[in-house]
């Protein structure tokens, strides 16, 4: 069993491990990172226009993948 006086020594150290842990991550110096703040190829669905039947049938059998009457595929990947 811990006594009282050991618990706050085990506190006592803990927080001395976390405050030079602190003060060595302050001298670190990270690179920033800049993101891509652009974002593409994202569209709004909509119903769209009737197309032929050629084309349509020249697209389905093309695509990697389709299910009834959607393509599915991946974005630069097809």
């Not at 990172?33 to 020249?58: A, M, P, Q």
């Amino acid at each position: 069993m811990i006594t009282e006086k050991e618990k706050e020594e085990i506190k006592q150290e803990a927080k001395n491990i976390l405050d030079r842990f602190a003060s060595a991550l302050e001298k670190v110096k990270v690179k920033e990172k800049r993101l891509k703040r652009e974002v593409g190829g994202f569209r709004e669905e909509s119903i769209g226009e009737k197309c032929d039947g050629d084309f349509r049938r020249s697209m389905f059998s093309n695509a990697p993948e389709v299910r009834s009457d959607c393509i599915i595929a991946e974005k630069k990947k097809w």
